[in-house]
């Protein structure tokens, strides 16, 4: 997988085992060990993402919004603490890793909300019928 700056600026990953990428403009290779730490600074990939089904035969590419979406669903629940900030938003550096790409926050909180309208439209509706 091949990793570039969004800008001109470069942008410096380090892993925890001392493993450093300087990662510019231009699309370059990186270590595997280093993939997460790209995603979550920022940097963009040059690969889209498949689902399970379609690395298994299946042709069912999901469009970031869907990959967004699936990883909301996911924090939802599980239900851990660090997923949400304590304003009740989720917390970017989760959905990115979740996601597996930079997910834009105007992106992940305008999906956000349309999950919690979801839900309490769901809600309303349950609450007549009974």
Known sequence: MKFKS???LPIRIASTSGHVALIGPEWQEIPTSLHHEAIL???ET?????TQESNQGGNTDKSEND???DAL???LERDQEDDFTNSGMPNMN?????????ASKEDVYGIFGD????????????????
């Open 46 to 50: 040059d690969q889209k993402f498949k």
């Open 115 to 130: 999950l919690k309208a979801a839900a309490e439209l769901a809600a309303a509706t349950d609450n007549k019928e009974d």
């Open 94 to 102: 989760i959905v990115r890793g979740i996601a597996g790409f930079n």
């Open 41 to 43: 600074s920022g940097c």
């Open 6 to 8: 969004p800008t001109d």
């Open 67 to 69: 990959l967004i979406t």
């Open 73 to 75: 669903v996911k924090m």
